[in-house]
């Protein structure tokens, strides 16, 4: 029989592991939902709330990674109801699920549950979180709002210790400021921040996030009038989204 020492033991293991598919899902998302789903069924099993939450989060990552919108809904709303979960682990599932969201369409719900998750988290995940909360306002047309947003999070994980995902939201904090200053045709400021994203998520190997600035490039080189730097972005671009045919 199983002492509550070991079940500790054991549950910071499987926590563990829960954690390292959460940073796997942005370099190898088919891996991280591999990951994550036998990390959740060993969680089941040993009765840890906070391990299944973790893993939950690790695979509702790695579902919109892989551009799976539907399940990584479900699979983060799971995680939110994952009985037993500490309160900060449930305001990180809150957190992924901001973002997903408003992608599908419900820009008002992300800000209710980013409001939700807000008081449970640690300052570097408010950063996280508000990187996240300025794409349910640009959507919202509230621009100003969403430039402040992202200006507090990139101050914030700038300091950070740079791990993959501080990284992760970095870039992205710096990709959402610079759609949001593209909105507001702000062309210069666009470019900027996000060819700082690009830079930032090739070293980092975050290939989502490369393809998202490589498309985005060429269309601020034509605003802003440099014909021979767009169509220079557009090989570029060509380049990184080979096998991506909705976006190439």
């Known amino acids: 029989m199983a002492t509550p020492e070991t079940t500790r033991t054991s549950g910071s293991v499987l926590v563990r592991a829960a954690e390292m598919a959460v940073l796997r899902s942005v370099i190898d998302p088919a891996q991280a939902l591999r990951a994550g789903s036998r990390v959740l069924e060993a969680a089941e099993r040993a009765g840890d709330g906070e391990a299944a939450c973790v893993a939950l989060r690790a695979m509702g990552l790695a579902s919109r990674e892989l551009g799976d919108l539907l399940e990584a809904e ?12 500490p309160a900060e682990r449930v305001a990180q599932a809150r957190l992924a699920l901001v973002t997903v969201r408003t992608e599908r369409g419900h820009p008002l719900q992300a800000l209710r549950l980013a409001a939700l998750a807000w008081a449970y988290l640690s300052p570097l995940d408010r950063a996280k979180l508000d990187t996240q909360r300025a794409v349910a306002l640009a959507h919202l047309g509230r621009y100003q709002e969403a430039i402040a947003s992202c200006d507090r999070a990139v101050r914030a994980l700038v300091a950070a210790p740079g791990t993959v995902d501080d990284r992760r939201f970095l870039a992205g904090g710096l990709l959402n400021r610079g759609l949001v200053h593209a909105y507001r045709g702000d062309w210069d400021q666009a470019m900027s921040d996000i060819s700082a994203c690009l830079q930032i998520a090739r070293h980092a190997r975050l290939s989502h996030l490369v393809r998202l600035a490589a498309a985005n490039l060429p269309f601020l080189a034509v ?5 021979a730097g767009a169509f220079t972005h557009y090989r570029e671009a060509e380049d990184t989204l080979f096998g991506f045919p909705e976006r190439l």
């Open 223 to 227: 605003r802003r009038g440099d014909i």
């Open 74 to 85: 479900q699979r983060l709303q799971q995680a939110v109801r994952t009985p037993g979960a």
